[in-house]
């Protein structure tokens, strides 16, 4: 198991990497660039929440992805007939 204190330190600092990037590109935006307001402004998001829920359902019913999961089916056996 000697690998093993190799390999922690090695996926912490990757994730410390990431996270330095990530903050630096999208929250600094070193490259420039703004934030759109689409998404800095609350009233937008609440505007586009409504107008998407006032929409009226034109589909059936959800759909069960995995009904064997569920076990929402009937199994017959061979002596019902």
Known sequence: M???KFIFPAV?????VAWACDHL????KI???TTPSTV???EWWEATDK??????RTAGPPVVMN???R???IVKSSTDK
Not at 25 to 28: C, E, P, Q, R, S
Not at 51 to 56: E, G, L, M, T, Y
């Open 31 to 33: 490259f420039g660039g």
């Open 12 to 16: 912490l600092g990757s994730f410390a």
């Open 67 to 69: 009904p064997i999961s």
């Open 40 to 42: 800095a402004n609350k």
């Open 71 to 73: 076990q929402n089916f």
């Open 51 to 56: 107008k998407f829920q006032a929409w009226p």
């Open 2 to 4: 000697g690998g093993a």
């Open 25 to 28: 590109i999208a929250d600094k």
